[in-house]
């Protein structure tokens, strides 16, 4: 028997499965991202280079923690626009604790860390108690960040970071970079809490219908404040990763972190509305995301016509996405 | 063995140890194409400028050795050097012959750089300058000096004594910073000038206008402006218009955009201090030319600050 037979053997013994598997709305964005993947690899003869992978990898990881955060929130039916100035801000405290204060470098980075989250409270306090719209409210305090930043740096960058925590932006792990590592340590984290605790079951019901979880004695302020700390955290991790790879604390930090994990986590089928989506899928946007950076640069396209091709590749990916997804309802 | 033959022989083994001599002489590797890639600090019109001076070099490169060059232009969409430095390494990825590199800020992009020199890729920079310790080409003029002249013209024409404003540009770009500072020096030098107020524009026209417009309703007695970078004047210029006060705030700009120039033209700006990004760009590509064929360069190539009258530019 050939293996094409043994496969149709099987498949016609258990039907529902592969059914199943292509009915995930995850299959949609992941078959995008490899035909980009696959497309770019037979396009430039560059793009497989073990650099230029650990330049994708690399890219990826401090954008992709941000989306992990920030697609939780989208989860809830929250927005943070906060995110990228909370990691600009902690990656500049960091940077002051360490060089101006002297602090152990270890010791900034988790003060850094506790400070992202506090600010992330901060958010979700005022969000939840005053009943105000997380995307009306953090268009507030991104200001509130982002002002901090220029106050505290006067606009200069922080420089003489030390070397030993520079190993967390600049070393590899078997030739993997160190946040790529970090941020799949955190990937794994994050599906496992929302996939498989009750706490993720929580957050897709509040994310559905915030009432109706409510009815079910669900304390649904009490994790959406949660949440809120958690995307905080994450993002001043993904500031501090940063401060590590360059050496410096740049006040420009996080200005490219706004947009594009919305983005990201919109492409990976993770609604604005809440409840639908996964943060695997919001990873694999951002990875789409990073991909087409990346070609864009490898096939030399002019500046000017890089945000048209990038945005045209985007709407093609989420038209495919889409397409597949009704083909699959209608087959179902 | 004659005389003959032993001159004969001499000769040959001079002619051959030349000949190795040549071969091994710096400059002299040559190849019939190059591939170079520019880095600019964001799409900028003031980049373009560097850009055509680029395209030049590779113009005079082809007519005069016939080897192709192709410039490859890949500028980050917004001043962050992240970006940058992203764009740097899928760059160094597709190994060109060289890169030149506007660096948005020589500490972060110094891991960027090093992967680069560790590829033996050519690297130049340019409007910039290299990390402490990194030697690296430079090419450029000096920020300080270009700002100082701006605001030395205007407390000329001010005789000394009036009110004024700074266009600070972007305040995280070390560019920027330092025009802004050396104004603030050259000002502090005069006790009958008073800084009455400080505007960011972040490199963008329509900012600049908004916040010179404010600057100037809130400061009814300003006398004068100066900017730290090239979108600030031409934004401060269109606010003047607007406001109906040409001819009694006075302008001196920097560098020079085509709507810089007409500023100048139309009388709403007295003069510009100006880099020479053509030159930055044309010598950017000229270095790295040189580099690939392996010869010597030097460590740092002055383009020098131009001072723009309507006068000088025969409007």
Known sequence: MSDLQKADAAQSKNPGMLKAVLRNPLMGVLAVLIVIFVASSILSPYFLTPYNMSVVGRGLAFVALVTIGQASLMLLGE????????????????????????????????????????????????TTALRLHSLVLTIGTAGIYGGAILVLTRGVAITGIPPE?????????????????????????????TLKTPFGRYMYAIGN????????????????????????????LAGVLLVARLGTAQPSIGNSWVLGP?????????????????????????????????????FGVSPYWQGIVSGAIVVIAISFDAISRRWLRKES | MSKF???????????TAFAAVAQDAPGTKTADSYRFVIVPKVVHPWFDKVNDG????????????????????????????????????????????????????????RASLEDAKSQGIPLTLFDSVPPEGMAIPYIGSDFCEQAKIASRRLVELLD?????????????????????????????????????????????????????AAIMQANPELDGWVASDAAGPVGIGQAIVEAGKQGEVILVGLDNLNEMIDLIRDGVADSSSASRPELQGYWSVMLLWQQATGAPVPSFIDTGNAFLTKDNLGL
Not at chain 1, 96 to 115: D, E, F, H, Q, Y
Not at chain 1, 269 to 291: D, R
Not at chain 2, 5 to 15: E, F, I, R
Not at chain 2, 172 to 198: K, L, Q
């Open chain 2, 160 to 212: 000394g004594k009036g009110k004024v404003a700074i266009m600070m540009g972007v305040p995280t770009a070390p560019n920027h910073s330092i025009r802004a500072e050396c104004h603030r020096e050259v000002f502090a030098e005069y006790p009958g000038i008073e800084v009455v107020a400080e505007g960011i524009d972040n490199d963008d026209i329509q900012v600049a206008q908004q916040q010179a």
């Open chain 1, 262 to 298: 919305i983005a990201a986590a919109v492409i990976g089928g993770v609604a604005t509305t809440g409840g639908v989506g996964t943060i695997l899928g919001a990873i694999c946007g951002a990875a789409i995301i990073g991909i087409i950076e990346n070609i864009i640069v490898l």
């Open chain 2, 54 to 109: 680029a395209q030049m070099a590779a113009v005079a490169i082809k007519a005069q050795t016939g080897s192709d060059v192709e410039i490859v232009y890949s500028a980050p969409q917004s001043a962050d050097v992240v970006q940058q430095n992203q764009i740097l390494e899928s760059s160094i990825a597709t190994r060109p012959d060289g890169i030149a590199v506007d660096l948005l800020d020589p500490a972060g992009n």
């Open chain 1, 209 to 236: 219908n915030r009432d109706a979880a409510r009815m079910l004695g669900i304390r649904v302020d009490r994790i959406r404040v949660l949440v809120f700390v958690l995307a905080g955290a994450l993002s001043a």
């Open chain 1, 79 to 126: 927005l943070d626009l906060s995110l990228g100035t909370i990691g600009g801000l902690c990656g500049i405290v960091t940077g002051m604790l360490m060089v101006n204060a002297g602090m152990n470098p270890w010791l900034s980075c988790l003060l850094a860390l506790c400070l992202g989250a506090a600010l992330g409270f901060i958010n979700g306090f005022l």
């Open chain 1, 165 to 193: 925590i520079q190993f967390l932006g600049r070393g590899t792990v078997w030739g993997i970079p160190m946040p790529f590592v970090i941020m799949l340590v955190m990937l794994l984290c994050a599906v496992f809490l």
């Open chain 2, 5 to 15: 033959t032993l001159t004969l022989a001499a000769l040959a083994c001079s002619v």
